[in-house]
């Protein structure tokens, strides 16, 4: 059973350009979620979605962050334009649904990105 | 205080012995925590949920402190396979899986 794909799993770019990640969250999941992870934050919340409609966005950093979810199947998260302080690691989750909300969340391998 | 709070370690522990780490949360209304468990270069992996006073699964053991609002996490017979950073995980409103306040880690290193 495939978990959460990630792609790519590496992104080297220059300062300004664009940058787009893609996640696919695991099938017959309800919500999805997009983190950053760096040694000195740690991980942090950017956005998460409940049957593809954004429900919070409070921890996208700024305007230069955008997240999209077309369909049930495919996210992505695009900065643009990118700056070195965007360089972290970038984890999709996915989470099924229960009577109470989301359930366990499950996380793909991370897009390592370095801006330079 | 911070919302969730850890001993970043490291922790450096004999194969075969006991290690037990702690963390500390802020909302006192928080119903739910969970421990994950994070390998080097890897993604986070749910180890243990604790929705009560505790949890045991095999050598792993999670505990609560709600009047000190505490959690602990002890391993037993620790192997090599253990070495890791635990991360510490409580809803951000106290309830509901949806978002999570992550711990820094406790960082996990088993000595043969």
């Known amino acids: 059973d495939a978990g959460v794909i990630q792609s790519p799993r590496h992104e080297v770019t220059e300062m300004g350009q664009e940058v787009t990640l893609r996640c696919k969250p695991i099938s017959g999941h309800d919500y999805l979620f997009w983190y950053r992870q760096t040694m000195m934050r740690g991980l942090e919340l950017l956005i998460y979605?409940?049957?593809?409609?954004?429900?919070?966005d409070s921890g996208m950093p700024e305007d230069r962050f955008s997240a999209k979810m077309p369909n049930a199947s495919f996210s992505t998260l695009k900065i643009q334009p990118s700056e070195p302080r965007d360089s972290a690691v970038y984890f999709c989750?996915?989470?099924?649904?229960?009577?109470?909300?989301?359930?366990?969340?499950?996380f793909g391998p991370g897009t390592r990105l370095t801006v330079l | 205080r911070k919302e969730v709070e850890q001993d970043p370690g490291p922790f450096n522990v004999p194969e075969g012995a006991t290690v037990a780490f702690n963390c500390t949360y802020s909302?006192?209304?928080?119903?739910?925590f969970f421990w994950y468990r994070q390998d080097c270069r890897k993604e986070p992996k749910l180890l243990m949920s604790?929705?009560?006073s505790g949890n045991e699964d095999g050598r792993f053991t999670a505990q609560l402190n709600r009047a000190s609002q505490y959690i602990s996490l002890l391993i037993r017979d620790s192997k090599l396979s253990d070495s890791a950073t635990y991360l510490c995980?409580?809803?951000?409103?106290?309830?509901?899986?949806?978002?999570?306040?992550f711990g820094t880690g406790t960082r996990l290193t088993i000595i043969p």
């Open positions: 909302n006192s209304a928080s119903q739910s």
């Open positions: 995980v409580v809803p951000t409103r106290g309830f509901g899986n949806e978002k999570l306040t």
């Open positions: 989750a996915s989470s099924p649904r229960t009577s109470g909300g989301a359930d366990t969340q499950y």
């Open positions: 604790v929705y009560s």
């Open positions: 979605f409940n049957n593809n409609v954004p429900i919070d």
